[in-house]
């Protein structure tokens, strides 16, 4: 499942992160965000031990939003060691964002 971070636990949730994490920049009221919600659980669950999943509400942490020049959500943000690594904005297929991680990453 993903978990949700704040601008206080980002940098030990994500930036020091053993693995990659896949962050969804998202808001309650944004219905593909709210849409995306499933898949990224799907997600997380499919691909643990690989991949980490945390949500950010954009609503509730603006700066972390801004720090990351969100503009338009939800914004999935992929980081590894710390830096970003890869983007996409918008909802997307699991399937699609699922093969695309898995290439990305260099998982089976």
């Known amino acids: ?15 020091e ?3 990659a ?14 849409q995306m919600a499933p898949v990224l659980d799907n997600i997380a669950r499919d691909m643990e031990g690989d991949l ?9 942490e603006p700066d972390l939003a801004g720090r990351y ?9 992929i980081f590894q060691g710390g830096k970003v690594i890869a983007q996409h904005v918008g ?9 695309a ?4 990453l260099g998982v089976a």
């Open 21 to 34: 994490v896949l962050v969804d920049f998202w808001a309650p009221w944004c219905a593909p965000c709210r």
């Open 69 to 77: 020049g969100v503009q338009g959500i939800p914004t999935l943000l």
């Open 91 to 99: 909802a997307a297929p699991q399937r699609a964002l699922q093969d």
């Open 101 to 104: 991680l898995k290439r990305l």
């Open 1 to 15: 499942m993903s978990k949700q971070v704040t601008t206080k636990t980002f940098g030990k949730e994500v930036l």
């Open 17 to 19: 992160a053993e693995k």
């Open 52 to 60: 980490e999943v945390a949500k950010v509400n954009v609503d509730e």
